[in-house]
């Protein structure tokens, strides 16, 4: 799976960086034949940004944005929130719905 990290008015750590890559790594583990992973590290403000997004298979991208005083618990946050889109859509079943008729 490729992984790019990308930063927007704000330089990052190498260690940041590192955290990122591993959280992508774990998170593909997760997902259903990722393809690529994006993170992008903002700064809006006073506040620090963090973005995930996923690509997944024959699927749409799943993206998941969060902001905190500092870009690690920005990171942390769109972690959960990505980890919550990726196990709703990997355990997603698509089959219509039939509605039998009431037996009486």
């Known amino acids: 799976m490729k992984t790019t990290i990308t930063t927007r008015h704000c330089e ?3 260690t940041l960086r590192r955290r990122a890559e591993s959280i992508t790594e774990r ?3 997760v997902a259903l034949n990722p393809i690529e992973a994006t ?8 506040s620090s940004t963090a973005e ?3 690509r997944v298979a024959r699927d749409t991208p799943l993206i ?3 902001a905190a005083e500092d870009h690690r618990t920005a990171l942390d946050r769109a972690e959960e929130k990505m980890r919550r889109q990726i196990e709703r859509s ?3 079943v698509r ?9 009486s």
């Open 27 to 29: 998170l593909s583990l």
């Open 52 to 54: 995930l997004q996923f």
């Open 12 to 14: 990052i750590s190498d």
């Open 90 to 92: 990997s355990g997603r």
């Open 64 to 66: 998941a944005k969060a």
């Open 39 to 46: 993170v992008v590290f903002g700064q809006e403000g006073l």
């Open 95 to 103: 089959t219509s719905r039939r509605q039998d008729a009431p037996q």
